[in-house]
């Protein structure tokens, strides 16, 4: 079946370091990949999409790039600030059902 | 901006017991789902529904019934709990290619 494997588990930077999270998938036909953000307390928010090869997607300063030939979707920012403290979902999902196939997530901390 | 709202937020629940968790959404979305999502991992997909009155199995479905009585509301159901069952669970809707929208989450305990 479906699967998506986020290599960091944790990740703790200070602000303004550059940030990557890793995201590789493993799936049938042409998915739509994702990226959300969790906050304490919250549901999961979607930060955006792609569905092509080599589309970028990009919300608040970050971005990714689906990649088809290495079924990857990384994660960057450019100068991470200290609200983007969360845990980061990379996700798969049917354009038809819209139903999504999760990373285990990657906590991100960032510190003052 | 859409609304998945989720009750209750917590609950305590026994063992052989059976609980019932509730969404209801204001978005006018045609699918529903319920995600479980457990410490350190990701959300997996229980149930979905995509029209009232009709439920589909996800990658997880087994413990779990659920009921879509209209398109407003989408309930989870757990006829025996069992501790395994003990996790943080979601809701969410989406309609067409857009977003999937979730709620804040019920926290489940079964003890």
């Known amino acids: 079946g479906d699967s998506v494997t986020q290599t960091e588990g944790q990740v703790a930077l200070s602000e303004e370091d550059f940030l990557t999270i890793h995201c590789n998938y493993s799936a049938s036909g042409y998915p739509a990949l994702f990226w959300y953000v969790q906050y304490p307390g919250e549901g999961p928010q979607f930060l955006f999409r792609?569905?092509?090869?080599?589309e970028k997607g990009s919300s608040r300063g970050f971005e990714a790039t689906y990649d088809k030939g290495t079924t990857s979707f990384h994660l960057r920012k450019a100068s991470v600030q200290e609200s983007d403290s969360a845990v980061y979902y990379c996700?798969?999902?049917?354009?038809?059902?819209?139903?999504?196939?999760f990373g285990d997530g990657t906590v991100l901390t960032v510190k003052p | 901006e859409a609304a998945v709202t989720q009750s209750p937020r917590s609950k305590v629940a026994v063992t052989g017991g059976k609980v019932t968790l509730s969404c209801h959404q204001t978005?006018?979305?045609?699918?529903m789902y319920w995600y479980r999502q457990d410490t350190g991992h990701g959300l997996r997909l229980i149930h979905y529904?995509?029209?009232?009155?009709?439920?589909e199995k996800g990658d997880i479905p087994d413990g779990y019934k659920a009921s879509r009585p209209s398109q407003e509301n989408f309930s989870l159901i757990l006829e025996l709990a069992s501790l395994s069952q003990t996790a943080v669970y979601f809701c969410a809707s989406r309609t067409g290619r857009t977003e999937v929208f979730f709620g804040k989450g019920t926290r489940l305990t079964v003890v």
């Open positions: 978005n006018n979305h045609d699918y």
């Open positions: 996700a798969l999902g049917g354009a038809n059902t819209g139903k999504l196939t």
């Open positions: 529904s995509y029209v009232a009155d009709s439920t």
């Open positions: 792609a569905s092509r090869d080599k």
